[in-house]
């Protein structure tokens, strides 16, 4: 029989798989697209995704990156990382690597949808497919998290983000954040003659038109559009738990509170590796509390961002006091590591 049969071949999933192909678990994926799969992502990997990757034995190209610097106006702050530096890595290459790195372990890729999930006191059939574990890796809006009703009730809430490429010379080896009255944009070297631009806001509004917002760097990217936009959200996901049964979530399926630190690629890979070491010491109850403990430190820093960021009169002084504080603004970006 399977041990583990994995809802979704994104990042988290196929880091799963990774996993327990590491540690002598059999390992299937289901997924309906074919490789590699694009999606609506800043592509920014912190060190510590970075990090992560390797321990898969996954090296993908993309641009270094030494730190995250704040931008609006003539206002800036920055901040390196501290001994080990992040990339930027367009989605589609990070997915491609995850996914021949699976193939290489003996990962078996199955097509299709989940679809409707059973469970057994040993076993849980999906797919058409047995296993005695199943990880949900299906995405922000996961399929398998709704229809074992893990979603916390009340209506969709939370930030949109868009993405686009442009074909022009990297002129940072940052993350740069451009902060506005409606939200932010961030810029992200990907490769050595393209960048990725996310913006992120409340407003549900075209691309075009939110990055008006922006018109320094606007006017950096005139004339230079190399992909479509892409879309995700809402981004926030409210989850009452990440275990049922012999089902566990990871990733962006296991709860999701916005994009605006980064930390998107580094978390999925850390729950997925967290929810596998649970499976392999026969702990699977153990992986809320490890998810809790994972994502903690996350948590607090996003959602102290978005309180300041959601209020006109502390919004604008974000960047200011950061330029300011410069030893504060330092110690949050290192926390990202």
Same mark, same amino acid.
Not at 91 to 115: D, E, I, N, Y
Not at 146 to 159: A, C, E, K, Y
Not at 242 to 251: C, K
């Given at each position: 029989?399977? +041990?583990?049969?994995?809802?979704?071949?994104?990042?988290?999933?196929?880091?799963?798989?990774?996993?327990?192909?590491?540690?002598?678990?059999?390992a299937?994926?289901?997924?309906?697209?074919?490789?590699?799969?694009?999606?609506?992502?800043?592509?920014?990997? #912190?060190?510590?995704?970075?990090?992560?990757? $390797?321990?898969?034995?996954?090296?993908?190209?993309?641009?270094?990156?030494?730190?995250?610097?704040?931008?609006?106006?003539?206002?800036?702050?920055?901040?390196?990382?501290?001994?080990? %530096?992040?990339?930027?890595?367009?989605?589609?290459?990070?997915? &491609?690597?995850?996914?021949?790195?699976?193939?290489?372990?003996?990962? $078996?890729?199955l097509?299709?949808?989940?679809?409707?999930?059973?469970? %057994?006191?040993?076993?849980v =059939?999906?797919?058409g497919?047995?296993?005695?574990?199943?990880?949900?890796?299906?995405?922000?809006? &996961?399929?398998?998290?709704? &229809?074992?009703?893990?979603?916390?009730?009340?209506?969709?809430?939370?930030r949109?983000?868009?993405? $686009?490429?442009?074909r022009?010379?990297?002129? =940072?080896?940052?993350?740069?954040?451009?902060?506005?009255?409606?939200?932010?944009?961030?810029?992200? !070297?990907?490769? +050595?003659?393209?960048?990725?631009?996310?913006? @992120? &806001?409340?407003?549900?509004?075209? *691309? +075009?038109?939110?990055?008006?917002?922006?018109? =320094?760097?606007t006017? %950096?990217?005139?004339?230079?559009?190399?992909?479509?936009?892409?879309?995700?959200?809402?981004?926030?996901?409210?989850?009452?738990?990440?275990?049922?049964?012999?089902?566990? @979530?990871?990733?962006?399926?296991?709860?999701?509170?916005?994009?605006?630190?980064?930390?998107?690629?580094?978390?999925?890979?850390?729950?997925?590796?967290?929810?596998?070491?649970?499976?392999?010491?026969?702990?699977?109850?153990? *992986?809320?509390?490890?998810?809790?403990?994972?994502?903690?430190?996350?948590?607090?820093?996003?959602?102290?961002?978005?309180?300041?960021?959601?209020?006109?009169?502390?919004?604008?002084?974000?960047v !200011?006091?950061?330029?300011? #504080?410069? %030893?504060?603004?330092?110690?949050?970006?290192?926390?990202?590591?």
């Amino acid at each position: 029989m399977i +041990d583990v049969l994995v809802a979704g071949g994104g990042p988290a999933g196929l880091a799963a798989a990774i996993h327990a192909a590491l540690v002598g678990l059999e390992a299937v994926v289901v997924e309906p697209r074919t490789a590699p799969v694009d999606k609506a992502c800043g592509e920014g990997v #912190m060190p510590g995704g970075v990090a992560a990757l $390797r321990t898969l034995g996954v090296e993908a190209t993309g641009r270094e990156l030494r730190g995250i610097r704040y931008v609006e106006g003539t206002t800036r702050a920055q901040a390196s990382f501290r001994g080990r %530096s992040g990339r930027g890595i367009r989605r589609t290459t990070l997915h &491609s690597a995850l996914h021949q790195r699976a193939l290489s372990l003996g990962v $078996r890729m199955l097509p299709g949808k989940v679809g409707e999930v059973h469970q %057994s006191a040993d076993t849980v =059939t999906a797919a058409g497919t047995t296993a005695r574990w199943l990880i949900a890796a299906d995405g922000l809006h &996961s399929p398998v998290r709704r &229809s074992l009703g893990l979603d916390m009730p009340g209506r969709p809430d939370g930030r949109y983000g868009l993405r $686009r490429h442009y074909r022009v010379e990297p002129w =940072t080896d940052f993350v740069e954040v451009h902060w506005a009255r409606h939200g932010e944009a961030y810029v992200t !070297p990907v490769d +050595d003659d393209l960048v990725g631009v996310a913006v @992120l &806001s409340r407003n549900r509004r075209g *691309y +075009d038109e939110h990055l008006a917002g922006f018109p =320094t760097l606007t006017a %950096s990217l005139r004339g230079s559009v190399a992909t479509e936009v892409r879309g995700a959200g809402p981004l926030r996901q409210r989850v009452r738990r990440r275990t049922a049964g012999r089902v566990l @979530l990871v990733g962006d399926a296991a709860g999701y509170l916005d994009a605006l630190t980064g930390e998107g690629i580094a978390l999925a890979l850390a729950t997925a590796g967290a929810a596998v070491r649970c499976l392999a010491a026969g702990r699977p109850d153990a *992986y809320e509390r490890a998810w809790v403990r994972l994502t903690r430190r996350h948590r607090l820093l996003t959602g102290a961002l978005l309180a300041a960021s959601g209020r006109p009169s502390t919004a604008r002084l974000i960047v !200011p006091a950061a330029s300011r #504080m410069p %030893s504060v603004f330092s110690a949050a970006v290192h926390a990202l590591q």
